[in-house]
């Protein structure tokens, strides 16, 4: 066990781990924030992505030493106030089915919009195509993200 420190949605946190840990158990089981899910645990499906110093990171394969001493976004910092223009745009396109793979959609949608304000088709493709989504909402994950571009989610 080691005493490690993260600064998670803007919070200075410090737990007791073992830092081979995965980032997403220490996220989910020790600070208790459940809305980045597990679901492969080998960073295939996109399910667990948080920002780690802004960049979108698998959280089931990096360890909790890596993250130490960096900043960590999870989907409940990003959706603190309700107001970002990606989680506006997944609600007015009606988004998600099931709903279970979305926190790592948003996240890495988010990422996208931070690099490339005004992204194609292709661009979003390429930089989604890592996500997976069992229930297939592709083409709303797309249009979504065009709408979070543009602005026009209200």
Known sequence: MASLTFLVNGTRRVVEVDPDTPLLWVLRETLELTGTKYSCGQGLCG???VHLDGEPTRSCVT???FA???HI???EGLARDQ???VLKAWIHEQV???GYCQPGQIMQAAALLKKNSKPTDADIDAWMGDNLCRCGTYRRIRRAIHTAAE???K
Do not use: D
């Open 63 to 65: 360890t909790a030493a």
């Open 73 to 75: 976004t999870t989907i």
């Open 151 to 153: 602005g026009g989610a």
């Open 96 to 98: 998600p089915q099931c």
């Open 83 to 85: 107001n970002h223009p």
């Open 47 to 49: 399910s667990c992505t």
């Open 68 to 70: 130490a001493e960096k």
